[in-house]
């Protein structure tokens, strides 16, 4: 299983759009600064478990809290032992984590530095960034568009 977060800017724009030959495409942008919402996953197979949007800045003990009762609670449906692969953020203490899965029968295994081809997790993050330029403008909220990217798979996990 592979562990990681992402960030998502309120502001998703189409990069292509139609229009008449020789008219460009415009389109309106505030100046303001946007919000931003973010996600914690793990992905297994072709499933994300232990899904979590939030709105704070990912700090340790927030992470080692949903580690603890998200991910290990998710982890403990699936009926197997796992082994948790994770890139070395600040945030991801390894021996506090290794002190919350002591015991459970799971493993945890640190990608090097700077290694973010080596996680699959990113390119799905890619692909609903993608997505999220596409649809974002049909939902109300960022929240809601990512929700609904996450929930009805509409990119390929």
Not at 36 to 59: C, D, F, Q
Not at 125 to 133: C, F, H, I, V
Not at 134 to 145: C, K, V, W, Y
Request: positive net charge.
């Amino acid at each position: 299983m592979y562990i990681d977060e992402t960030g998502f800017n309120e502001y998703y724009y189409r990069e292509y759009g139609w229009s008449k030959r020789g008219i460009s495409v415009e389109g309106k942008k505030r100046g303001l600064r946007y919000s931003r919402i973010n996600l914690v996953a793990g992905k297994i197979g072709n499933a994300l478990i232990g899904s979590m949007i939030y709105k704070e800045t990912m700090e340790s003990e927030f992470f080692e809290e949903w580690f603890r009762e998200i991910l290990l609670r998710d982890i403990e449906k699936l009926g197997k032992k796992v082994l948790i692969v994770m890139d070395n953020a600040r945030f991801h203490r390894r021996n506090i984590l290794e002190k919350i899965i002591k015991g459970t029968g799971h493993c945890l295994l640190f990608l090097p530095p700077y290694s973010p081809d080596l996680t699959p997790i990113e390119k799905l993050w890619a692909n609903m960034k993608k997505k999220l330029k596409g649809i974002a403008h049909n939902f109300n909220t960022l929240e809601e568009a990512v929700t609904s990217v996450l929930f009805n798979k509409l990119v390929q996990f």
